[in-house]
């Protein structure tokens, strides 16, 4: 049975995270049916942007990391698979947008996260509350340790702290909260608006922010300068008379 159901509204793909009886949380499964339809979005060009939420009260609990069994071999894929989501998060070339409806906790919250933009519900929270559980938040602290200060990434991390929609929006984890209803409707128009210019420039762009994570300023302008050169060819064949 599938996990993610993935539905058009304009030019924007929704995919919806569905096993609200686990929390929404992530499986291999799920992972893998996320990268697929990323992929398949990229290559699209009827889609223009992504949206990403949760089926019913919440949006994702974290990693299933008990469904991956009790073997090396069983949580090795399921670490691999969840690599292999954020690689094709990265690699999307299209506005992404997190429609939080509710609760982002753990590998949840590395979702919202590693999205462009997010819209949260007033009445969600984000966490990281792997220690209060025994454990320590591996895979998603790769992502979200970008989002948040050093002092602040570890005292979330070692109270368990959870984050309204107030506090989330001050420190620039969301752009917005809206009332739960109004959660993916305002997601859909964001996404809208984001998509709404040359795609081939906007992917050009998206995959240079990620291209220049890690590297030294020089290496960064240099690639810049390539896409600099790729962007203007595209706007040139735009303004092309026909």
């Given at each position: 049975m599938?996990?993610?159901?993935?539905?058009?509204?304009?030019?924007?793909?929704?995919l919806?995270l569905?096993?609200?009886?686990?929390?929404?949380?992530?499986?291999?499964?799920?992972?893998?049916?996320?990268?697929?339809?990323?992929?398949?979005?990229?290559?699209?060009?009827?889609?223009?942007?992504?949206?990403?939420?949760?089926?019913?009260?919440?949006?994702?609990?974290?990693?299933?990391?008990?469904g991956?069994?009790?073997?090396v071999?069983g949580?090795?894929e399921?670490?691999?698979?969840?690599?292999?989501?954020?690689?094709?998060?990265?690699?999307?070339?299209?506005?992404?947008?997190?429609a939080v409806n509710?609760?982002a906790?753990?590998?949840?919250?590395s979702?919202?996260a590693?999205?462009?933009?997010?819209?949260?519900?007033?009445?969600?929270?984000?966490?990281?509350?792997?220690?209060?559980?025994?454990?320590?938040?591996f895979?998603?602290?790769?992502?979200?340790r970008?989002a948040l200060?050093?002092?602040?990434?570890?005292e979330i991390?070692?109270?368990?702290r959870?984050i309204?929609?107030?506090?989330?929006?001050?420190?620039?984890?969301?752009n917005?909260?809206?009332?739960?209803?109004?959660?993916?409707?305002?997601?859909?128009?964001?996404?809208?608006?984001?998509?709404d210019?040359?795609?081939?420039?906007?992917?050009l762009?998206?995959?240079?922010?990620?291209?220049?994570?890690?590297?030294?300023?020089?290496?960064?302008?240099?690639k810049?300068?390539f896409a600099l050169?790729?962007?203007?060819?595209?706007?040139?064949?735009?303004?092309?008379?026909?």
């Amino acid at each position: 049975m599938t996990q993610l159901e993935v539905s058009q509204v304009d030019r924007v793909s929704v995919l919806t995270l569905k096993r609200p009886d686990h929390g929404n949380r992530l499986s291999r499964q799920m992972a893998e049916e996320l990268t697929a339809a990323l992929e398949t979005a990229r290559r699209d060009p009827l889609v223009r942007a992504c949206v990403m939420t949760g089926h019913g009260e919440v949006f994702c609990l974290g990693g299933d990391y008990k469904g991956a069994g009790p073997s090396v071999a069983g949580r090795a894929e399921f670490g691999r698979a969840s690599v292999d989501l954020y690689r094709a998060m990265a690699a999307l070339g299209k506005p992404l947008v997190a429609a939080v409806n509710g609760n982002a906790h753990a590998g949840g919250f590395s979702l919202v996260a590693a999205a462009d933009l997010a819209v949260m519900a007033d009445d969600a929270t984000l966490g990281l509350p792997e220690a209060a559980n025994g454990l320590f938040p591996f895979l998603a602290l790769a992502i979200v340790r970008d989002a948040l200060p050093k002092k602040l990434l570890f005292e979330i991390i070692y109270n368990a702290r959870l984050i309204g929609a107030p506090e989330a929006c001050d420190l620039h984890l969301v752009n917005k909260s809206v009332a739960r209803a109004a959660v993916l409707e305002e997601a859909v128009r964001m996404a809208g608006v984001a998509s709404d210019y040359n795609p081939d420039i906007v992917m050009l762009g998206r995959d240079l922010y990620y291209a220049m994570r890690g590297l030294g300023p020089a290496e960064a302008v240099d690639k810049s300068r390539f896409a600099l050169i790729a962007a203007l060819a595209a706007k040139d064949q735009e303004n092309k008379p026909d």
